[in-house]
């Protein structure tokens, strides 16, 4: 799987005024692999790769043509397998590794030809997708700057084991467990599944070093205090029930820092750690046992216009950085103190809070002050085989919500929130509730009911303008 061809045709192509460069980057691939001494010198000599952001700034002009990445298909994945091939073969080596159980192709794309192999899958579970696109552009990165000095050290000392997609029934399916009903990441010991078959076997074979598991985490995930939402967390995968931290270990613990340190500034307190109890059927902790030593990466939820364009982005600036760390030997001095204090996850982040309206429930029961807690859940649905994201939101909580967390916030201090009894309503009107006294509104304000609340500001008694429509 090795691309042997790949030095001798770059060799081919360095032109005198890159010679000097190139001496550099050789002398650093020399010294580069697990010991990782020179590390410090090379980055001296100035071949180190970009800082995070401006590999954020990269993806932002480099980054693959393609859907967001819950919309992605197993075409789409076969297209960007062809794509890789014709591009350059004696770049990449790609095979087919089997089939599903629907008998879709699951792809290993290997690249690099360093003595360090890393094994790099994604979407074992169906609708955890936002690697997926964050390995090609990594690949995509890797070639079209493979003549660059840090890259091609980077190239020299790693090989890169990728398998994008791993279940690729569940993600026509858009759900986490494959076509039998099994979910891929319980089935480590009895590999039942097909797709888990082929992870072992390509574990085995490669013999990586380092693993990544990549995959999402509920929206509802939240870290810190106050909750933030845990848009990354990370996870320094334990291989036994007494979590003992071996060489392995280290390493990985070491990885974690490495990315928590790449990630901070572009979302800060939104990074936590997941918990690392052992789970005997998980692949990550199989794989850590049977002697690759794999790095968690849940990418969970965040705010923002393009959530997962902004996921795919984070996950592509945390494996690059990580890996040249790996590739320079950087990661033996970033201190696992780093990943141990990362705040561990917690949960029921809400999709919007709207604090400290005043609650017209439609209930018939007197006005109070309350903070409404929406939840929302983001789901892929299919119309005339059109796919399209979209949330399904209800009220989750009423009270005193000053301990939770949202991805959206509204102030409603001096407002009325009451149900959209009306559809028919817009932001603008004026309006008169309807006495709720006698006879409850049909969509209330309430735990468990739809999350459609209007937002409204008092006119004069009874009287009132629509301010917000409320309907995520
Ligand atoms: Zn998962």
Redesign the pocket.
């Known amino acids: 799987m090795i691309c042997m061809g790949l030095h001798t045709s770059r060799r081919r192509r360095l032109t005198a005024l890159s010679l000097s460069l190139s001496i550099l980057a050789l002398a650093a691939c020399a010294s580069s692999g697990r010991t990782g001494g020179a590390a410090s010198s090379v980055t001296r000599a100035g071949v180190s790769m970009p800082a995070p952001t401006a590999l954020g700034a990269a993806w932002d002009a480099e980054r693959l043509p393609l859907a967001p990445a819950p919309l992605l298909r197993h075409a789409d994945i076969e297209a960007q397998v062809t794509a890789l091939t014709a591009l350059d073969p004696s770049f990449f080596s790609v095979e087919p590794l089997g089939r599903s159980v629907e008998g879709r192709a699951i792809y290993h794309i290997a690249a690099g030809r360093g003595e360090f192999s890393v094994l790099l899958w994604s979407q ?2 169906g609708d ?1 997708a936002s690697a997926t696109p964050a390995l090609f552009d990594l690949l995509h990165y890797l070639h079209r700057h493979r003549d660059r000095p840090d890259v091609a050290r980077f190239l020299g000392a790693l090989t890169l084991h990728v398998v994008p997609m791993l279940n690729p029934d569940g993600a026509e399916r858009f759900t ?1 467990r494959n076509a039998q009903g099994i979910d891929i ?1 319980r089935d480590a010991l009895r590999l039942q599944t097909p797709e888990g078959r082929l992870l072992k076997d390509l574990r085995d074979r490669v013999q990586a070093k380092l693993g990544f598991n990549l ?3 509920n929206w509802r995930t939240a870290v810190g205090r106050p909750p933030r939402p845990a848009t990354i967390s990370l996870l320094s995968v334990a291989f036994d029930e007494a979590r003992t931290i071996d060489g392995g270990r280290e390493l990985t613990r070491r990885v974690c820092a490495v990315i928590r340190e790449a990630l901070e500034p572009f979302i800060p307190g939104q990074i936590g750690r997941y918990d690392d109890e052992f789970e005997v059927r998980a692949f990550g902790d199989n794989v850590t046992k049977w002697g690759t030593p794999t790095v968690l990466i ?1 990418s969970g939820p965040i705010g923002g216009e393009s959530p997962d364009l902004a996921l795919t982005r984070l996950n592509f600036v945390a494996l690059l950085t990580a890996l040249d760390a790996v590739a320079t030997g950087a990661v033996h001095q970033a201190d696992p103190a780093r990943y141990e204090a990362l705040p561990e996850n917690g949960s029921g982040l809400m999709h919007t809070i709207v604090r400290g309206g005043r609650i017209i429930a439609g209930t018939g029961v007197a006005a109070f002050t309350a903070d409404v807690g929406i939840a929302g859940m983001r789901t892929v649905r299919e119309r005339g085989g059109e796919r399209a994201i979209a949330w399904t939101t209800r009220i989750d909580d009423l009270g005193d919500l000053r301990t939770s967390g949202a991805l959206n916030e509204i102030d409603a201090t001096g407002l009325v929130v009451a149900p959209l009894y009306d559809e028919a309503i817009d932001e603008g009107d004026e309006i008169t509730l309807p006495d709720w006294r006698e006879k409850p509104a049909a969509q209330v304000v309430l735990p468990g009911q739809p999350a459609r609340l209007l937002l409204l500001e008092e006119r004069g008694p009874g009287r009132y303008r629509v301010r917000k429509v409320l309907a995520p």
């Open positions: 074992m579970h955890e986490r990441n995959h999402n985490q849940e």
